[in-house]
T-cell receptor, first 112, second 113 residues
Framework: GESVGLHLPTLSVQEGDNSIINCAYS??????FIWYKQESGKGPQFIID?????DKRQGQRVTVLLNKTVKHLSLQIAATQPGDSAVYFC???????????FGRGTSLIVHP | DGGITQSPKYLFRKEGQNVTLSCEQN?????MYWYRQDPGQGLRLIYY???????QKGDIAEGYSVSREKKESFPLTVTSAQKNPTAFYLC????????????FGDGTRLSIL
């Protein structure tokens, strides 16, 4: 079955540094990929998404990179701020399914 | 503002009791979903509904039931058959049939008395 994993359960960075959160997926049929941010006691919030016909997509301070060859997804956060401290989840959606599979999450801790 | 509202935020269940978690959305989304989140884990799908009066089991449906009588509402009942109900429950909604992100509520934390 589908498995979605994260390389690091916790990532600690200094304020102002760039952060990179990685995600590996196993289902080669996945064609839609989403990153969510979840703050303590709240529901996940959408950050950015990317479709399989793209390798890179940029948002405000965030960039998602997709490498379909090795089934790897990453989220880059530029100039990380204390307000970025949260758990970040990747989710993958197989073509025609519309039901995402979520990874376990990476906890990002930003030190002032 | 459009969004998803879950209530209550905290809920306690006694042994042998059924409890119902509420989820309402005003985003005009077709599909609604219930997930369970345990500490240090990702979200696991309990049930989802693509359209009113229809719903499908997810990966961990045993011990749970749902209904979808209105487009806006998708309540989840945690029955006494669910032996390990302590978790954070998240409701989500989206348009069905297109690849778009789900919108989530702020969850209900269920604990056993």
């Amino acid at each position: 079955g589908e498995s979605v994993g994260l390389h690091l359960p916790t990532l600690s960075v200094q304020e102002g540094d760039n952060s990179i959160i990685n995600c590996a997926y196993s289902n080669s049929a996945s064609d839609y990929f989403i990153w969510y941010k979840q703050e303590s006691g709240k529901g996940p919030q959408f950050i950015i998404d990317i479709r399989s016909n793209m390798d890179k997509r940029q948002g405000q301070r965030v960039t998602v990179l997709l490498n379909k060859t090795v089934k790897h997804l990453s989220l880059q956060i530029a100039a990380t701020q204390p307000g970025d401290s949260a758990v970040y989840f990747c989710a993958t959606v197989p073509g025609g399914s519309y039901i995402p599979t979520f990874g376990r999450g990476t906890s990002l801790i930003v030190h002032p | 503002d459009g969004g998803i509202t879950q209530s209550p935020k905290y809920l306690f269940r006694k042994e042998g009791q059924n409890v119902t978690l509420s989820c309402e959305q005003n985003l005009n989304h077709d599909a609604m979903y219930w997930y369970r989140q345990d500490p240090g884990q990702g979200l696991r799908l309990i049930y989802y509904s693509q359209i009113v009066n229809d719903f499908q089991k997810g990966d961990i449906a045993e011990g749970y039931s749902v209904s979808r009588e209105k487009k806006e509402s998708f309540p989840l009942t945690v029955t006494s058959a669910q032996k390990n109900p302590t978790a954070f429950y998240l409701c989500a909604s989206s348009f069905w049939g297109t690849n778009q992100p789900q919108h989530f509520g702020d969850g209900t934390r269920l604990s056993i008395l």
